[in-house]
């Protein structure tokens, strides 16, 4: 991993006859940084958030606050970390960037998975809900996720060889360098194509049965609910599941491009790279996004989100916005 991951971090950006010295470019370098900076921000302000707020200390916010913390993760150190490697290019910290970026990769795609079984549960199975996904459990998930995300990020250095730093822009042993393509291969369908299929299985299910569920309440009429009340909260279901899809897409589309990236790169030789030098940083930095996209998408899309922020900007007492939501909403948003 050691070669690799130098490989992928700084000579995969360069062509051969670029000249390989440590510098600081601010076109390439700066905006990395920034992003870092807004995913830092953004992120802390949803953990306080839910640590401030006991209507937010659901379980599946309490799963977003976890995520939330491994986005923070890839602001504060991933991110910074890698542009460090790119200037500085010394190998232990080449290194150390590229097993956070592994990390924090994982971490994401296992934290989406646990939020869409949180959203299945919840929608399939809603009369059980309640006891089928505890907060004793939920927390044994986020840290079975946490111990597989260090384990798997750390298990490649097993076949990883010794160099020195000079060895940085070098060309890894044949062995090894097969070993990381064994790996790769593994971590793309055990950590993107399994959990995309199983995702995208579970969201079609989700949209199906809203859809069920609605077509039902609107023919007949229940006792003790109005239709509107009804509705709306089909309504919520409904939006909530299309925010954790679109955090799905999201993943998806920044995470994707990179995955077959690395795998060009690592079954050709990296110097004989054909992609355009802008082309390259994209797919290199759009996989930070990821950190920046999730928390937006649910302040500014989960309902129980917004009414917190609102209600602190409005400077309402805590009680007035107790009182106007409903056992239903909080289960379902």
């Known amino acids: 991993m ?16 670029s000249i390989h010295y440590a510098y600081f470019s601010a076109e390439s ?108 459990r939920a927390l044994f998930g986020l840290i079975f996720i946490w111990v597989t995300s260090v384990a798997m990020s750390l298990i490649h250095f097993s076949w990883s060889t010794l160099i020195t730093d000079e060895d940085v822009n070098g060309k890894m042993p044949q062995s090894e360098k097969e070993n990381e393509i064994r790996y790769d291969i593994f971590c793309l369908i055990t950590y993107f194509f399994l959990p995309l299929i199983f995702m995208m299985y579970a969201y079609g299910r989700i949209f199906y049965q809203v859809v069920r569920q609605r077509r039902i309440m609107t023919r007949n ?27 799905l897409l999201v993943y998806t589309i920044c995470w994707l491009p990179y995955f077959a990236y690395r795998l060009q790169y690592n079954f050709e030789d990296g110097e004989k790279n054909i992609l355009p030098i802008a082309m390259q940083y994209l797919i290199i930095y759009q996989r930070f996004c990821t950190s920046l996209f999730n928390p937006l998408l649910y302040i500014l899309g989960k309902q129980d989100f917004r009414k917190t922020i609102l209600t602190r900007f409005e400077r309402r007492p805590t009680r007035s916005y107790t009182g106007s939501t409903s056992l239903l909403r909080s289960t379902y948003v």
């Open 29 to 136: 370098d700066i905006f990395p940084l920034l992003v870092a900076f807004l995913i830092v921000i953004i992120n802390a302000w949803v953990i306080i958030l839910i640590l401030k707020n006991k209507l937010l200390r659901t379980v599946t916010n309490f799963i977003l606050s976890s995520l939330a913390f491994s986005d923070l993760l890839t602001g504060l150190l991933s991110i910074p970390m890698f542009v460090a490697c790119n200037v500085v290019r010394t190998l232990p910290l080449c290194i150390t960037s590229d097993v956070f970026l592994r990390f924090t990769s994982i971490s994401t795609v296992a934290h989406l998975l646990a939020v869409t079984f949180d959203r299945y549960l919840a929608i399939m199975h809603s009369l059980r809900y309640a006891t089928l996904m505890t907060k004793s």
């Open 221 to 247: 009429n229940l006792p003790g609910f109005q239709p509107h009340n009804r509705l709306s909260i089909e309504s919520h279901k409904w939006k909530a599941a299309i925010i954790f899809l679109v955090m």
């Open 2 to 17: 050691a070669n690799n991951s130098t490989n992928s971090q700084v000579s995969s950006l360069q062509t051969n006859d």
